[in-house]
T-cell receptor
Framework: EPEVTQTPSHQVTQMGQEVILRCVPISNHLYFYWYRQILGQKVEFLVS????????KSEIFDDQFSVERPDGSNFTLKIRSTKLEDSAMYFC????????????FGEGSWLTVV | AQSVTQLDSQVPVFEEAPVELRCNYSSSVSVYLFWYVQYPNQGLQLLLKYLSGSTLVKGINGFEAEFNKSQTSFHLRKPSVHISDTAEYFC?????????????FGQGTELSVKP
């Protein structure tokens, strides 16, 4: 079964450093998403991406965050200057775009900011 | 806008007992409803979804859920749980007319199955 893949699975970074989380969505899917889950809390929407542009973003997704689809397969989340509170599990997801279709999630990238 | 409330943060249960995980939602538009499961140190896996039609939907691993529009609920049930069902369960909604719309998740319910 096709799956969303994410790298790295775990990254430790110093506060103030830039981080790029990478994702390969399911082939032929049209919508891409990033979510995050702070330890012990619920899964929160960050951003959705369609047709090479952001279609929706949450209040969390401020100027420190950016997304990019640099080629036909990868989808990246960049955090420009990490803060301690950015420590979380980041999930990439994709959706074929057909009404009612499932959003498929990757295994997640655990980011620890120290 | 939509919101989801999962009424129980933790549900301990003995193996082979039945379980119900409760989910209520709020929305100004029609929604699709989902349950996802997150096993320890893993990603989110779809258990089941309600799109339309029969209000009772069956999913993987013997789980089922019933959509109740009047009560705006989508409770998840399993008649007999196994140790391997120990995981975090998330209820989620998505707007009916928005093909690429985001999922809104509840807070999660931690199901702990004891021998």
């Amino acid at each position: 079964e096709p799956e969303v893949t994410q790298t790295p699975s775990h990254q430790v970074t110093q506060m103030g450093q830039e981080v790029i989380l990478r994702c390969v969505p399911i082939s032929n899917h049209l919508y891409f998403y990033w979510y995050r889950q702070i330890l012990g809390q619920k899964v929160e929407f960050l951003v959705s991406f369609y047709n090479n542009e952001i279609s929706e973003k949450s209040e969390i997704f401020d100027d420190q965050f950016s997304v990019e689809r640099p080629d036909g397969s990868n989808f990246t989340l960049k955090i420009r200057s990490t803060k301690l509170e950015d420590s979380a599990m980041y999930f990439c997801a994709s959706n074929a775009g057909v009404s009612g279709n499932t959003i498929y999630f990757g295994e997640g990238s655990w980011l620890t900011v120290v | 806008a939509q919101s989801v409330t999962q009424l129980d943060s933790q549900v301990p249960v003995f193996e082979e007992a039945p379980v119900e995980l409760r989910c209520n939602y709020s929305s100004s538009v029609s929604v699709y409803l989902f349950w996802y499961v997150q096993y320890p140190n893993q990603g989110l896996q779809l258990l089941l979804k309600y799109l339309s039609g029969s209000t009772l939907v069956k999913g993987i691993n013997g789980f089922e859920a019933e959509f109740n529009k009047s009560q705006t609920s989508f409770h998840l049930r399993k008649p007999s749980v196994h140790i391997s069902d120990t995981a975090e369960y998330f209820c989620a909604v998505r707007g009916f007319y928005n093909q690429g719309g985001k999922l809104i998740f509840g807070q999660g319910t931690e199901l702990s199955v004891k021998p």
